[in-house]
Nanobody, 124 residues
């Protein structure tokens, strides 16, 4: 099965930076879209940034100009560079992969996979 492992979370003061990394493993055939989401207690999971297969990227308004999503298709990884962090960025961050996996000889199937989440805390 395809699995995602996230790393890079932690605690930082306002104005600081963190870099999140998400690594995919398993029989991946194609990654259509990578996404980073975040969630705080009592709230719905929010899409933060997305990177499509054509190099397109999109961000929620609150992080534009501060966060950068980058995908490395050779390594099946995605990163989220977070600069100028604010207390409002505190959340558990999840990576998400939408694509295809190899399910048998000349066979593929759709997948929509989530990482386990990594805590980001911004506080003075």
């Amino acid at each position: 099965q395809v699995q995602l492992v996230e790393s890079g979370g932690g605690s930082v003061q306002p104005g600081g930076s963190l870099r999140l990394l998400c690594e995919a493993s398993g029989p991946i055939y194609m990654i259509n879209r990578w996404g980073w989401y975040r969630q705080t207690p009592g709230k719905q999971r929010e899409l933060v940034a997305v990177a499509g297969s054509g190099g397109t990227t999109n961000y929620v308004d609150s992080v534009k100009g501060r966060f950068t999503i980058s995908r490395d298709d050779a390594k099946n990884t995605v990163t989220l560079q977070m600069n100028s962090l604010e207390p409002e960025d505190t959340a558990v961050y999840y990576c998400n992969l939408v694509g295809w996996m190899i399910s048998g000889p000349n066979r593929q199937r759709n997948i929509d996979v989530w990482g386990q989440g990594t805590q980001v805390t911004v506080s003075s």
